[in-house]
């Protein structure tokens, strides 16, 4: 174990700052005692309901740079979980995060209190699944359930407060996607409503893929729609996080669209603590958690820093310079520099130039007098070979 990884969240210990947020991997104890060898600091159950039910079919499908899904909550009862699923789960090397959710704040309120007894370290309260209000309508017909409005904060408040009367351990809200819009306002609420840490995000959506050769909508229920994750998400939900940073002052988890060491290192200069890597997992493997922890490390230390915490809120306070040193509006272009040791002469500048600026000859040649310093070379250099320097 990296001693130099542990992470402190909500008081609780994490050997590391990466947590596998509600997902497969938690679909049973034996399962998350199995993931949790990866290394990964804590595990979230899949969300634990009072009224287990069977995904509509196909509930997954892999998009560009992700995957929709249809999943409701576990299909396990709250008995399993509170009799033995967590207890199993206890028995890996993760913390163990009980993620539920209840029809009314009361039921959440008693969920909690059995998940906190059965040995949970913490509990994660979801808010709106993009997906489920159609597909909870066609799983339970008759069922009569408003599905909640995106604006209407109380039920959410309800509930924390009646959980942090039930259970002494911290309680988390995670943010759906859906919020992207009103991010500021749900952070708010959140710290009104006394929770201890707020994560962010569930899946944006609803979102849909069709397959082309019978017309059909990729997943079951009745449009087909799904939650989408996976890194076509976390330009926004990196967003989202760095405003809630910026909006209020409790310990952030920051969810979606992880891949690499890289992606939780840029939550963390947003302003997360901890770092959730779901989708990543499922669709290579959970080898893939452990590379993160272990690229992780490397990174930070070659960022010449000594922790993450070293790193956490980098961005806020270089957008704080950006503001002190009048730069928030910076328009005289500065070209890139090609770095001759380091570029391939590959070409992707080349391709990607609108402007005719990026050519190779035996290297990357940028035309000073038409580039007008865009900066998409830059970004898809394979080798970091071009840089720019507009703000140092
Ligand atoms: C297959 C799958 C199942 C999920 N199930 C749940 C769930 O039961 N409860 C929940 O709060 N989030 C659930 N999520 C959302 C994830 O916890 C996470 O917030 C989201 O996928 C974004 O992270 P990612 O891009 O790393 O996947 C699920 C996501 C996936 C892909």
């Known amino acids: 174990m990296n001693e130099n990884l542990k992470t402190r969240f909500c008081g609780i210990e994490f050997k590391n700052p990466v947590i596998v ?32 039910a069977r995904d509509v079919l196909p509930c997954f499908s892999a998009v560009s740079s992700g995957m929709v899904n249809a999943v409701f909550g576990s299909d396990k009862t709250g008995e399993y979980w509170f009799g033995e699923g967590i207890k199993r789960a206890k028995e890996g090397e993760s913390l163990v995060i009980a993620n ?4 009314t704040p009361e039921e959440a309120a008693a969920l909690s209190g059995k998940a906190e007894k059965a040995g949970a370290d913490m509990i994660v309260l979801p808010t709106h699944c993009p997906h489920m209000g159609e597909i909870l309508m066609a799983m339970f017909p008759g069922m009569d359930f408003q599905e909640p409005k995106l604006t209407n904060l109380d039920p959410m408040k309800e509930s924390v407060r009646l959980m942090k009367r039930e ?10 996607g859906t919020f992207s819009h009103i991010t500021s306002e749900w952070a708010s609420g959140v710290k009104d409503a006394g929770a201890d840490g707020i994560a962010s995000s569930d899946a944006l959506g609803p979102a849909l893929s069709i397959d082309v050769r ?23 939900t990196l967003r989202m996080v760095l405003e809630i940073a910026m909006t209020i002052d409790l310990p952030i988890i920051g969810v979606g669209g992880v891949r690499s060491a890289e992606d939780v290192l840029q939550y963390i200069m947003a302003g997360a603590t901890l770092v959730g890597v779901c989708t990543a997992g499922h669709v290579h493997g959970i080898k893939r958690y452990t590379k993160i ?5 490397k990174l930070i230390k070659d960022l010449g820093a000594s922790s993450p915490k070293d790193l956490r809120g980098l961005t806020i306070k270089r957008i704080e310079e950006r503001k002190n040193s009048g730069k928030q509006a910076v328009t ?10 380091r570029c391939i002469a590959c070409g992707r500048c080349e391709t990607v130039c609108a402007y005719g600026s990026a050519g190779v000859e035996d290297v990357s040649t940028i035309d000073q007098a038409t580039c007008i310093g865009c900066g998409l070379c830059v970004s898809v250099c394979p080798k970091r070979a071009l840089s720019q320097d507009y703000y140092s």
Request: hydrophobic residues 40%; negative net charge.
């Open 332 to 341: 005289s272009p500065v070209p890139p520099v090609v770095d001759t040791d």
């Open 21 to 52: 947020p509600a997902g497969v991997h938690g679909r049973d104890g034996d399962t998350m005692k199995d993931v949790s060898l990866s290394g990964v600091a804590g595990i979230c159950t899949k969300t634990i309901v009072s009224q287990p």
């Open 167 to 176: 259970v002494s351990i911290p309680v988390v809200v995670k943010l759906s």
């Open 293 to 297: 922890i272990d690229d992780l490390e």
């Open 100 to 103: 539920l959710a209840g029809f």
């Open 214 to 236: 019978t017309g059909e909508p990729a997943l079951g229920g009745p449009r087909g729609v799904g939650g989408l994750t996976g890194p076509a998400i976390m330009p926004i």
